[in-house]
């Protein structure tokens, strides 16, 4: 008993991670919390559990004839806020919202209408390689949201179907951030974690060579095998055939209709099947009570979208009058045309997790939601009950104003059309100097600062320069991506001031040591692509890189390759539409099905995972 006591002991801190470890894990997996919460839990479970203390530790070391030798005997948790690389992906953040807000981005997606053509292959070749290129500089997440309502107007002019696009379009945007370290948000924490681990960070381009070959392959398998696996499928509005709702009207209830004091359900509703009324105004005031509750009273205001035959003839002919209102002795006020969108569901939306009744979406927003797609499936009754979620597409219907308020909000990224986006030239040419000094100065090492250093100097600037304002700024910093890093860094940090990353490194070496760092180096390509299709690639590339760097050491080899096929792997995500958030958002667009996105990105993650398996030990020897 007493030596199971001593070995406890000796051995709590290793499996006190180990089990906070698996928990985060299965948390990820399981989804039972948002993943920056997980990881900022995990960081406050290494805290309560001792296993990092909160400060350095600083051990003085007396010296003879000379003052004391102060050592940093331990890292403290809050040195992972020190780490540079959340600092610069807040500053991408910025940089890209103050591209797109400038109107740099929408320039891009405008000139992609004139040269692009009707031919389907032509289409996709421009398509993906203005997606990459941008996708190099900037944070590859906006440049899919602005391309979205591009390209499916562009489709329903040219009669191509988007679901031949959108995949193309998310696939080449991740194919453009493995060109360059700024590119992608897992190169960055990957060489922020090595490098304090002592590995000598990587320049701008140092992936280029790799990621430029990395991008004609995926373009040459997209543009042939992948465009023939890709399917045809109908958008949500193309399903809902919108051309058969046309007009939103008001109307009085007067004083001897027979609708007064009777249940609104059970008349109005009843008698015009397909009508929806929007909302019902009592002197002044619009009614929060829901319509299976509601009696109508006299002098009722009743906001109605009719439909039908009969009432596109009616506004053909100049007029707009109710079938029926004689007898119900209804005034009509006003008739205004209603406007029909689709919008996707964002994953910063304070929606997610509500239904549409908790909302009150057609009370606050005035707008009726016809149809909700998710997974592949296009939802269209119960609606109200239904829970939201990050990536849905939602198909409204409602007056021009009050879709023009909606459009405004954060909650949604409308992809029927394009936002209007007021081009001033000259901070469009403040933002793209700047951008273009961030890519130099990074690369070049200029004044001697490095990239987090330009990184700030850009995002400053376009605050300054007025490209965006400091709400603006704080609002386009995805925080929860933020912290999630920082929460896994602190769970690394602990696992290797432990020693469990070393004995977790031993664990492995045991089965694999006897294996050629080739095969080795395979397996951690393999095992990165794969875990960052279920979970956080960003949380992926934190708990990976110290066990990764660790079997290097342990197989005597160089660990750059390694780390280099990890950078590689974190960003193969191809074969699900929730492993990365632009696949989330052509999710819905498009009208996929989970299976469309395996289909078409197993065979790409495979391809790729063979090119990275022989051509990273070439650039980058053991």
């Given at each position: ?158 009669n191509l179907k988007a679901s031949k696009l959108l995949i193309p379009l998310s696939f080449a945007s991740i194919l453009g951030g493995t060109c360059t370290l700024t590119g992608s948000s897992t190169n960055l924490i990957i060489d922020g974690v090595a490098t304090e681990l002592g590995e000598t960070p990587f320049t701008m381009f140092e992936l280029s060579k790799l990621g430029i070959i990395y991008a004609v392959i995926g373009f040459t398998y997209l543009l042939t095998v992948g465009r023939k696996l890709l399917p045809e499928r109908s958008s949500l509005a193309e399903l809902i055939a ?240 933020v912290f999630l890093i920082f929460g896994m860094l602190a769970l690394g940090l602990a696992m290797a001031q432990t020693g469990a990353a070393a004995n977790l490194v031993a664990g492995i070496m045991t089965i694999f040591g006897n294996f050629s760092p080739f095969v080795i180096l395979a397996v951690v390509y393999l095992l990165s692509s794969t ?92």
């Amino acid at each position: 008993m007493t030596a199971l006591l001593d070995w406890f002991q000796a051995n709590y801190q290793i499996l006190a991670i180990y089990l906070i470890l698996i928990a985060t894990v299965l948390a990820f997996f399981r989804e039972w919390a948002p993943p920056d919460l997980v990881a900022l839990a995990a960081m406050g479970a290494v805290l309560i559990f001792g296993l990092l203390p909160l400060a350095d530790v600083i051990e003085t070391v007396p010296v003879e004839n000379g003052p004391d030798l102060k050592i940093l005997k331990e890292r403290g948790l809050l040195s992972v806020f020190s780490n540079g690389a959340p600092i610069t992906i807040a500053c991408m953040f910025i940089l890209s919202a103050g591209l797109e807000r400038t109107g740099a981005i929408d320039a891009m997606g405008r000139f992609f209408t004139k040269i692009a053509g009707k031919s389907e292959l032509r289409v996709l070749l421009v398509l993906m390689t203005m997606a990459a290129v941008l996708s190099a500089f900037v944070n590859n997440t906006p440049i899919v949201v602005v391309f979205l309502p591009i390209v499916l107007a562009h489709a329903r002019a040219t009669n191509l179907k988007a679901s031949k696009l959108l995949i193309p379009l998310s696939f080449a945007s991740i194919l453009g951030g493995t060109c360059t370290l700024t590119g992608s948000s897992t190169n960055l924490i990957i060489d922020g974690v090595a490098t304090e681990l002592g590995e000598t960070p990587f320049t701008m381009f140092e992936l280029s060579k790799l990621g430029i070959i990395y991008a004609v392959i995926g373009f040459t398998y997209l543009l042939t095998v992948g465009r023939k696996l890709l399917p045809e499928r109908s958008s949500l509005a193309e399903l809902i055939a919108p051309q058969s709702r046309d007009f939103l009207t008001q109307f009085k209830v007067e004083a001897d209709s027979y609708l007064i004091g009777k249940p609104l359900t059970e008349t109005f509703l009843k008698d015009f099947k397909g009508a929806q009324v929007l909302e019902v105004k009592r002197k002044g005031s619009v009614l929060t009570a829901p319509l299976t509750e509601l009696r109508i009273r006299e002098r009722d205001r009743l906001l109605v979208t009719l439909h039908g035959p009969s009432v596109q003839k009616l506004r053909d002919s100049g007029g707009v009058r109710f079938e029926g209102q004689k007898y119900l002795n209804l005034t009509e006020l006003e008739s205004r045309e209603v406007k029909l969108i689709e919008g996707i569901l964002g994953p910063r939306s304070l929606m997610i997790g509500r239904t549409l009744k908790q909302i009150g979406f057609r009370r606050n927003y005035g707008v009726h939601v016809l149809a909700i797609h998710r997974q592949g499936e296009n939802l269209s009754n119960d609606l109200s009950d239904v829970k939201l979620a990050f990536g849905d597409t939602l198909l409204m219907e409602g007056p021009v104003d009050a879709i023009n308020r909606l459009q405004k909000q954060r909650d949604f990224v409308t992809i029927t059309e394009a936002p209007e986006v007021k081009i001033d030239a000259t901070k469009l040419w403040f933002g793209v100097g700047l951008a273009v000094l961030f890519i130099l100065g990074a690369s070049l090492k200029l004044f001697g600062l490095g990239i987090p250093a330009w990184a700030m100097i850009a995002a400053l600037g376009m605050i300054l320069l007025r490209c965006l304002n400091a709400r603006q700024a704080y609002e386009a910093v995805q925080w929860n991506i933020v912290f999630l890093i920082f929460g896994m860094l602190a769970l690394g940090l602990a696992m290797a001031q432990t020693g469990a990353a070393a004995n977790l490194v031993a664990g492995i070496m045991t089965i694999f040591g006897n294996f050629s760092p080739f095969v080795i180096l395979a397996v951690v390509y393999l095992l990165s692509s794969t875990l960052t299709e279920l979970i956080s690639n960003n949380a992926v590339a934190a708990l990976l890189t110290p066990i990764v760097i660790g079997i290097a050491e342990g197989a005597g080899v160089d660990a750059r390759p390694f780390i280099v096929a990890m950078m590689f792997g974190c960003s193969a995500s191809f074969a699900t539409p929730i492993g990365y958030q632009t696949n989330t958002y052509v999710y819905g667009a498009g009208g996929y099905k989970f299976t469309d996105f395996p289909k078409v990105g197993v065979p790409l993650n495979l391809l790729l995972w063979i090119i990275a398996s022989i051509l990273i030990p070439i650039f980058w020897p053991f």
